[in-house]
């Protein structure tokens, strides 16, 4: 039977796991991204939590081999919490192709009228002339570009990729900029 005192460890190891494995998965896309200093701070946490967590379930392993269940769970939470909390963040910057046969220009007037920054390429398609719309935006600006595309022209089609280094970004001058607690509000 499981006493009171294996289940509290078990839970408070459970949620430790989760929040240690947010933080190393948040800390990994920071890393990616070139985001140093907030890379060293979650690793430096991440890593204090981790030692704490293993220590206490090597130490009680053999008392309460329920721990380990525990561990595992906490860490597949902390994979999805972690994945999460970073949509929710959007850090970095993304490049935005977006291609449309009859409203390019349109769009582009549209996304120019709220500030964002648009650069218009004409070239051919399969079936007919296209305007290829060149956007560098904020990953969290990225679904309401998309969406006011869309609005003008539903069979636009459009590629995303992630920029890593950007020499100089023009923000939207209609987009307010916001805190983390209005970011997490929003999404």
């Known amino acids: 039977m499981l006493d009171i005192n294996i289940i509290i460890t078990g839970i408070i190891i459970f949620i430790a796991r989760v929040c240690d494995v947010s933080f190393g998965t948040v800390r990994t896309i920071a890393t990616v991204q070139g985001r140093t200093i907030l890379a060293f701070f979650l690793g430096l946490i991440e ?16 008392e309460s081999p329920v721990l380990v269940l525990f561990y595992a769970l906490g860490f597949a ?3 999805v919490v972690g ?20 409203c390019g220009i349109q769009i582009a007037k549209r996304l120019r009228q709220v500030g964002q920054p648009v650069t218009i390429f004409r070239g051919e398609g399969m079936k007919s002339a296209i305007v290829e ?14 969406e006011m ?37 929003k999404k």
Not at 47 to 62: A, D, E, F, G, Q
Not at 88 to 102: E, H, P, Q, T, W
């Open 83 to 102: 994945i999460l909390v970073e949509k929710k963040l959007a850090f970095g910057m993304m490049v935005l192709r977006i291609i449309s046969a009859d």
């Open 149 to 185: 595309a869309q609005a003008e022209d539903p069979c636009a089609f459009y590629t995303s990729e992630i920029a890593r280094d950007v020499s100089k970004i023009v923000l939207p001058i209609n987009q307010q900029a916001c805190t983390w607690r209005d970011r997490l509000k």
């Open 77 to 79: 939470t902390g994979n």
């Open 47 to 62: 890593v204090m939590i981790w030692i704490s967590i293993v220590s206490t379930v090597v130490l009680r392993i053999k």
């Open 133 to 146: 719309l060149f956007v560098v935006c904020r990953r969290r600006d990225q679904k309401w570009i998309l």
